[in-house]
């Protein structure tokens, strides 16, 4: 799949993003997605997340990532935040 967010595109695997993600598993794989250019600074973050297991979490990005993390669904990561 490929990710449009905040004028920057994302590749990632449609499986893994249905798995991690509830808001891509709603939305059902086919086409590009375009997401909220707020999301931008740390979709990246969520993405290695749902390769790795691991967050890069900080005392700076810890409600970006959260609130990032609540929108799309993806309660592993609310969790940690």
Do not use: I, K, M
Request: charged share 15%; proline share 6%.
């Amino acid at each position: 799949a490929t990710l449009g967010v905040g004028g920057r595109e994302f590749r990632a695997h449609w499986p893994v993003l249905a798995s991690c993600s509830r808001f891509f598993r709603a939305r059902g794989p086919g086409g590009p997605v375009a997401l909220p250019d707020g999301l931008a600074d740390t979709f990246q973050l969520l993405l290695d997340f749902f390769y790795t297991g691991r967050l890069a979490l900080t005392a700076h990005n810890r409600a970006r990532l959260l609130a990032a993390a609540e929108q799309l669904g993806v309660p592993d990561a609310v969790a940690l935040c």
